[in-house]
């Protein structure tokens, strides 16, 4: 066996190269399996179900009273945004992509959800008030 830095001959069980003293044999360098090691976190499925879940409760609450008629209580806006912008983030993240960009998508979607209610809501009271 020679020495990798000087290229002497060293006998086989020598753990030093005799002339440069640089070690010999069995070299420290980490596996590429042992090196690359990239833990890919991804947000649990149960988190993107509890969210539906309550974007769900989100549109009843948006939806119901629009197509009884009532008034939309504007601060349901907001609330539409949130979980739908919270469920297309979780949901883009699952599918590795970038959050924000779901967090966009859903912020959009909910504020047509909510625009959309108000405009059944409006429609329904012009329709029963003749
Ligand atoms: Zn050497």
Redesign the pocket.
């Known amino acids: 066996m020679h020495?990798t830095?000087?290229?002497?001959l060293a006998s086989p069980d020598a753990k030093f190269?005799a002339?440069?003293?640089?070690p010999i044999g069995e070299t420290e360098k980490p596996t590429e399996a042992q090196a690359v090691t990239v833990v890919v976190s991804k947000p649990r499925a149960l988190w993107l179900y509890i969210v539906g879940i309550l974007l769900f409760g989100a549109y009843a609450a948006i939806f119901i009273p629009a197509i009884v008629g009532l008034n939309i209580n504007p601060q349901v806006g907001p609330g539409s945004m949130f979980w739908n912008g919270l469920f297309f983030y979780l949901w883009w993240k699952r599918r590795g992509r970038k959050g924000w960009h779901g967090a966009l998508v859903g912020s959009v979607i909910g504020l047509f959800a909510f625009f959309a209610a108000a405009f059944i809501s409006a429609l329904i009271r012009h329709g029963a008030g003749g």
């Open positions: 020495c830095q000087c290229g002497t190269c002339k440069c003293g640089s």
